[in-house]
C-alpha cells in the first residue's frame, strides 16, 4: 500500500507534540512526511524541515503558502493530508483552509479554543466532505479498545458508575509558567481556550468514558479551581451523568504533585469493573463478584483479545507497547481510512469530528458549571 | 498494668463485628472480657458467654440487667467499659445508660442512626464526664497515623486536593438484602439510620479525610443513589471543601463490583502527595515534584517513623499487620486513656466524640444535599 | 471449648519471638497462658510474668523449677503444654524434658541447633507419644494453604520448576553484630547452630516449598557465603530437585539491603504458574498460559477458595490479615489437635516433627554442598 | 544529519524480529532503509520489499547480490550498513562478508550459532575495521542504563548478589514445536546453536547483569533441562560468579507457564538493592537500608536521572516507552557511532563485539556445567 504523503502545520523545534505526531506516522508506517509548515516564523521552519531531512523547495514559511503550493503539485506529488500541531487557537483557520483545499486533515485535541471554531471546522469538513481525524492518544491504546469491546457488548451489564482521574503536577508551583514554552500558550485562555487543565486533559478523560462506554456525558456538576494568580483552571473535580443513567466523578489537574501523567479510569458495570492506568498501559484488570480478578494482557498474541485489537499490536505479549504506539495506532487507522482499506464493519480507530465536538461540548459545560458554584448542567 | 475489666453489648453468635472487637481487644493486650450481654435474645446471648469463656453469672440476658448488675459489684471486680457493637438505632440507649451508670463507653461507627440520637450520646458523656472512643478502625493503620504526622507537620505546605474511595460489592445483587444479617439492618432505615453507604462507609472516608488532614469537611455537593427497589443509599459521590482551603472527592459505594473493601486515599498538598490503600496497609507512597517517588514501610523497626507510630506496631518491618492489629491500637489507645498512662502531650488514638459528631454531620449534610439535587450544603 | 493451658519458656523481655506466640495464641483464642520461665535470669522471668498478668506463683525462675512444680499441680489447674521461644541451642533439653513431664510441645522453628539434637526431640516425641508443633508460620498464611490445595490437587499438572527467596537486610553492615540481641545468637554458631540465613530463614524457605508442593526436597546445590569476619552464612543460594522430579532455586540472606523480610515463591506447574509474596500475603498471583492472570484474594467469604482456606480466616476479604493472623492459626490448629476438635479428613494445619527433621535435612546437606564447593547432595 | 542508508538481510513476511528491526529504525530517525535480502526464498524477498516500499531494483534474491549490487553504486547512494535479521546459524556468513564489503552491521543477538562462528565474525571486525552492533535490546531501555550508572559509579559500594530471571512459556507445551515458525529454528541446534533457552534468551539475561554491573560473569554452576522429547535446553537455572567476587543467580525458561516475557534483575550492592523489571520498564526501584525505598520514572524531564539517560527518551514522563524504543536507542546509537556524533566521553549506547563474545561464552560455559552435571566451568 503507498504511503499516505503528509505536510505538517507547527511542530518545529522545541515544540513537544510535532515530533510525538512525526514518530507515531513513522511507526505507524503507512505516512510519509514530505512537506511541512513547521512555524509561522520562516527561519525556523526552514531549520526544522532541513534537520527532518524534508525537501528544502517543500518546507514552508506558512501554512498558507504550503496549501497552496502543495494543491499546485501533480495530484501523484502533493500531500494528501495535514496533521496540525499548533496551539489550540491556531486550528480551526488551518484547518478550515486545508479542508477546503481538498486535504484530509489529522489534528491535535482539543479541536479548537472556542465551540465557534470548532463548529467551524466541523462545518468545513461536513461541506467539504473531507476527513478528519483528531488524535485522543489514549484511545489507540489496545487494551482501552479491549474495554470498549467488553463495556459496549453488554456482556456484563449495564455501566453503573466511572471513575476517570487525569491527574499532572508540572503547573504545581506558581512559577511554572515563567518560561516554559508548553505552559505558556495552555494557560493563556487566548491562546488555549477559555478552559486550562479541563481543556487540556479533562478532554481526554471525558473522551476516554465515551470510548469505553459507548455512552455521552449527559450532564456535568464542575468544581474547578486555579491557583493564585492564574488565569484559567489548573485543577478541578466534577460529578456527572452519563447518557445511558450511569454516575460518574472525572477529576483533572495539573497541580497534584507526584503525579505524572496519571490517566485512570475505572468502569463499574453490573457484573464486573474494569480498571486500566495509562502509566501501565499493558494490563487491564477486571474485578468480579464470585470469581478471582483478571489481569488481561496485552500483545499480539493473547488470543483472548479481541480480532480488531490483536491486529492493531506489533509486538507478542511481554514487550511493552507505550504512548508512542498508542498514538501510531490514531495514524495507522486514519491512514487505512484514507486509503480506503479498513474494514467497513469496523470503527473508525480514531477520534471523528463528533467525539470532538462533544469534547468542546464537555469543556463549555464544566465552566459554565463551575462558574455557577458547580450546578448540574447538561451537554 | 491491671487489664480493664469491659462487658459486651451485642456481638452474639453471628455478628460480625463483635469478634472483631473481641480479638482487638485481646491484641491490645490491656482488656479483659468479663461480662456481656451479647444479644437481646437471652439464650442467644448465655451460649454466646459461653462459647467465649465467660463466667455464666456474668453473662446476661440484656444490657439493662449487666449495666444494674455489674455496677452492683464491688469496685475492683465489675467492669470499667462497655464496648456496644449493636446495630446503629440500638447505640444511644446503652450508651447513655452504660455513661450515666459510671463505665466508660467504646462504640462501634457511626454513633448513632440519627444527629440527635449522637447528640444525646455527648451530651451525656459531657454530663458524667465519662470518656467515649469510637472504633473508626483506619485511623488505627501506623501508616495512617505517619501521613498525618507528615502532612499536620506542614513541611508539604498546604493541603491542595483529597480524593477519598471506599468501595465495596457485597450489595451489587438485588437478591443481597435477603438473607443476609449483615444488609439486613444496615439497609433498614429505621435500624441503620437514614444513610446507606455514606453511613456506613462513607463516615469512615470522610473521618479518615478529617484524620490525616488535620482539618474538618466544611461543605459537600453530593449525589447518591441506589439500586431500584432500595430504601437507602448503596452507593454515591460527592465534591467537598476542607476547612483548610482545599477541595476533595468521596465516592461511597457498596454496589461497585470487584472492590471488595477498597477504602484508598490521596492527599495532595503544595509540596507532596500522599496515597495510602487499606488493602495493602503497610506502604504509603509519596510523590514529588523534582525527586523519586518514596514508599514508607510500615514496621517497628523503621526508625524514620515518628516515635508514636513505632510505638504502636508489633513486629519488624515485612511482617505485615493488618485490620485486627488497627482495630487493636484503638483499643490499646482507649485502655491507655482509662489507665492514664498515655503521653500527656499525644492525641488520643482513638476517634473522639467530636469526631463521631463530624461524621453525623457528615451524613446529614450529604443526604440534605442530594435531596436537594447536589446542592453545596455546609456542615 | 476449654482452652488450652500452657506455659512458655524463654521469650522474656526484649526478646521478640515470644511475643509474637503469646499474641498468636491470644487471636487463636484456643490458648491460655497460665504460666512461665520467661528467662533463665529469675529477675527478668518474674518481671516478664508480672507485665503479662501471670500469676506469681505460676512465674518461675527456670524451665525446670516449672516443669516439676507444674507437673504437680491437679490435672485441671496445671499447665497442658509448654511453648519453647529460646535461641535454636536451647531447645532441645526443654523439650525433651517437657515431654518425658506429659505436656505437648510447640517449639519455634529451626527445631534444634544440630540434626542429633533435633533426632533426641523426635525420639522423645516418638517414644512419648506426645505432639509437637513447629511454628513454621508461613504456612498458616491462608493463600499458602489455597496454593498447597491447588498444587496437590494435581489439577495443573506435575511441579516443574519453584523459585523460592527469603531475603532480608537486618545483617547487611558489619557492625549489625555488635549490640543487637536478635543478631547475638543467630551469628553464633554455638548457640544457632552452624547454620546462618540458611538456618534461621533458609528453612522456612524449604518449608514453605514442601508445603506447597506436598513434595520433599531431594537434592541441593547450595553455595552459601558471608561477609568478611563472619563466621556462619549471611547470605546463600542453591539450586535444587523436588521428589517428584521439579527442580528449583533457592535464595537466603540477611544481607541483600533493600528487602525487609521478603519471601516470595513462585511454583510453576505444567499448566499454571502460582506467585505468592508474604509481604503483600492476601493476594495470590496465577498465571496460565491462554487465558488472563488472577488474582485470588483471601477473605472468610471468598467462596472460590476451599473449606479449611475459608474456615481459618477471621475477616471477609479486604480486611488484610498478616503475620500474627497467620501465627494464630498454627496456634489455633495445634490447640485443635490438642482437643481432638480438628477435621480428621484434614491435614495437621502445623509443621509436625517430620516437616521439621526435612528441615534440619536441609541445612545439613547445604551446609556440606556447600562446603565441597557447591556439589549436589542428597537430602 | 543524513539518515543512514541500510539494508536489510532476512526479516521476511512472517519473520517477527524484522519488522522489530525497521520500526526501530523509524523511531531511531537516524536510519533509512533503502535495499533488502529478505528472505532466501527471491519471491519472498521481493514480495516483501514491495510491500515495505523498497525501490524494486534493490530487493534482492540474497545476500550475496545484495552485498555485491550495492558494493557496486556510487558511494552516496549505496547502503552504509547492514542488518542481519537471520536465524542464528546464518549471521556469520553475511556479517563476514558484509564487513569484508565495507559496511557496518547491525546484528540481532546472540552473536552466532557458534563459538567458532562469532569469533570469525569479530576476526572479520577487527580486520576490516568496521564497526558492529549486537542487538541487545534490553540495554536499550533508560532505566536500565540509569542502573547502569548508578551501580558503576561506586556510590551505593560493591556489588554483592545479583538475581536475574527471563521466564517466558511459550514452548510449554510439548505440541509448541510443531508448526510454529518462531519455534522451528529455535529448538534445532543445527541452526540455533546448541543452546536453546539459555542461547535465546539466558544471554540477554547475562548480558544485562554484565550491563548493569559493569562486570563479567567469571564462573557458573549450572543445571539445564528440556521437556521430555526435545533436543535443546527450555529451561534452566545456574549460580555464578561476577568477576568483582559477587555472586547471582539466573534463570532462563521458556515453558514456566503464566510468565509471558518476564526478565527481571535485582542487583544488591553493599548500601542499596536495585530492582527493575523488563515488563514494566519505567520505574527502577531502589531499596535502601535505612530510608524509605524509592520509585524512579523514566522520562525525558525527570531532572534527577542522568544527562544521556535523559538525552535518549522521547516523551516526558509518565508516557511510557516500551520495547520498541528501546530496540531504537540501540539503532540510534549505533547510527551517531557511524556519523562520528556520538558523544566521545560516553560509551557506546550499543553491546559490542566484546560484549557479544561474552555472551557466546556464557552459553559455552553453561553448556559445559550443565553436561558435567552442575560443576563450576570458568568463563
Tied chains: 1, 2, 3, 4.
Excluded at 9 to 28: D, E, L, N, W, Y
Excluded at 36 to 50: C, E, M, N, Q
Excluded at 188 to 197: F, I, K, L, Q, V
Excluded at 261 to 290: F, K, M, S
Aim: glycine share 10%; hydrophobic share 40%.
Amino acid at each position: 500500500m503507498e504511503r499516505v504523503r503528509y505536510g505538517m502545520i507547527g511542530g518545529g523545534k522545541g515544540a513537544f507534540i510535532g515530533g510525538v505526531h512525526r514518530t507515531a506516522a513513522a511507526i505507524a508506517g503507512n505516512w510519509q512526511l514530505v512537506a511541512g509548515a513547521f512555524s509561522s516564523t520562516p527561519d525556523v521552519s526552514r531549520a526544522s524541515g532541513l534537520e527532518l531531512g524534508i525537501d528544502p523547495a517543500r518546507t514552508y514559511g506558512s501554512w498558507r503558502e504550503m496549501l497552496a503550493a502543495e494543491a499546485a503539485l501533480p495530484a501523484m506529488e502533493r500531500i494528501e493530508a495535514v496533521a496540525i500541531v499548533t496551539p489550540n487557537h491556531m486550528h480551526a483557520a488551518p484547518a478550515i483552509a486545508a479542508l477546503e483545499a481538498g486535504f484530509d486533515v489529522i489534528i491535535e485535541k482539543p479541536l479548537a479554543d472556542t465551540p465557534e471554531a470548532a463548529q467551524a471546522i466541523a462545518d468545513a469538513a461536513e461541506q467539504t466532505g473531507r476527513r478528519i481525524a483528531v488524535t485522543h492518544t489514549y484511545t489507540g491504546y489496545p487494551l482501552v479498545k479491549q474495554a470498549r469491546r467488553l463495556v459496549t457488548s453488554g456482556k456484563f451489564g449495564k455501566v453503573r458508575r466511572v471513575a476517570v482521574r487525569y491527574m499532572q503536577d508540572w503547573l504545581s508551583r506558581p512559577e511554572d509558567l515563567i518560561e516554559n514554552k508548553q505552559a505558556e500558550w495552555r494557560v493563556d485562555p487566548t491562546r488555549s481556550g477559555e478552559a486550562g487543565a479541563f481543556g487540556d486533559i479533562g478532554t481526554h478523560a471525558a473522551n476516554l468514558v465515551e470510548f469505553i462506554t459507548g455512552e455521552r456525558l449527559s450532564a456535568i456538576c464542575a468544581d474547578l479551581s486555579m491557583l493564585p494568580g492564574r488565569r484559567i483552571d489548573d485543577d478541578g473535580a466534577a460529578l456527572f451523568r452519563l447518557s445511558g443513567g450511569g454516575r460518574g466523578t472525572l477529576m483533572a489537574s495539573q497541580v497534584c504533585v507526584g503525579d505524572i501523567n496519571d490517566l485512570t479510569i475505572d468502569v463499574y458495570c453490573d457484573d464486573a469493573g474494569l480498571h486500566w492506568r495509562q502509566e501501565e498501559p499493558n494490563t487491564l484488570r477486571i474485578g468480579y463478584r464470585d470469581r478471582p480478578t483478571e489481569i488481561w494482557h496485552a500483545g499480539a498474541n493473547r488470543a483472548y483479545l479481541a480480532p480488531d485489537v490483536l491486529a492493531i499490536q506489533r509486538t507478542p505479549a511481554g514487550h511493552p507497547e507505550g504512548y508512542l504506539e498508542a498514538f501510531a495506532n490514531i495514524y495507522s487507522a486514519f491512514g487505512r481510512a484514507i486509503r480506503g482499506t479498513e474494514d467497513a464493519l469496523d470503527e473508525p480507530g480514531f477520534a471523528t469530528i463528533a467525539d470532538a465536538l462533544s469534547g468542546m461540548n464537555f469543556i463549555r459545560a464544566s465552566l459554565q458549571s463551575s462558574r455557577a458554584g458547580a450546578v448540574w448542567t447538561d451537554l
